[in-house]
């Protein structure tokens, strides 16, 4: 049995943990998980209770309620994702090893199934968490979501905006979102599926074989190349993500 008083989360003790899990599990409201979100994934930070909730939350990813298993699905993706953090909770990997593979298997299901974009997309970063995929864990599903990622030049080192919009992709330094006259944009320019490699070429044969054709089109871009608008200098989208 765990010990919750020995235990802390972002607001110090964590012995309130085990009536909110019980509360989650009979209740199911949306906000009760944003409570359990704040004290165990508090913007990114993990604790030593966040990694002791990891089989509750495999048990959770189990549920026949796909809307309960998903929830759980991403705070356990988004836990693991703080892995490397200092929280107290020893080897994590090793330690929860069991829990981590009902989780990947969990979340392979319900990605074979969902039918919204915004939940697949954090289903598949979900995914990479439990992998422990180095690079894409926290940023494929915060860009992809969000239509565009913040980057820096490798030359010239411009703070860049690499925006995957509905039907634009395009690079540019200035902020486009608030400018109310002509912003100076590059193309982006998508790698040719076949052409594709590593786990570019992974997520977007998943998302084919899913029927998620959109994100795969939009990870030709994120997997593509641009060009600084400030240098002219050609570089890998993918690269300059992972290299923030």
């Known amino acids: 049995m765990t010990d919750w008083t020995r235990l802390t989360h972002a607001y110090g003790s964590a012995e309130d943990i085990p009536i909110l899990l019980a509360r989650i599990a009979s209740e199911a409201k949306g906000g009760l998980w944003d409570n359990l979100w704040s004290a165990l ?8 209770a966040s990694f002791a909730a990891l089989p509750w939350l495999a048990d959770m990813a189990e549920n026949e309620d796909r809307e309960q298993a998903v929830n759980a699905l991403a705070l ?26 009902t989780l990947l298997a969990s979340v392979n299901r319900h990605l074979r199934t969902a039918t919204d974009r915004t939940e697949y997309v954090d289903l598949l970063e979900s995914m990479l968490d439990f992998e422990g995929v180095a690079g894409w864990s926290e940023d494929l599903a ?12 490798p030359e010239c080192e411009s703070n860049l905006f690499i925006v995957l919009g509905e039907r634009e992709f395009f690079c540019t330094s200035e902020d486009y979102a608030l400018s109310d006259g ?4 590059r193309p982006l320019r998508p790698t ?11 997520l977007h044969k998943m998302a084919l074989n899913d029927g998620q054709h959109e994100v795969a ?13 400030d240098c002219e200098t050609d570089f890998s989208v993918a690269d300059r993500v992972t290299a923030g």
């Open 182 to 185: 002509t912003v100076e944009t």
């Open 41 to 48: 994934c508090h913007q990114g930070s993990v604790y030593s």
């Open 217 to 229: 089109h939009v990870l030709t871009y994120v997997f593509g190349n641009a060009t600084c608008p």
């Open 76 to 101: 356990a993706g988004a836990i693991m994702a703080g892995s490397e953090q200092p929280h107290g909770a020893g080897h994590v990997h090793t330690k929860y090893s069991a829990e981590i593979a």
């Open 192 to 202: 040719s599926p076949e052409f594709l490699e590593g786990i570019g070429s992974r």
């Open 142 to 153: 915060w860009g992809i979501g969000n239509e565009e990622y913040e980057v820096s030049c």
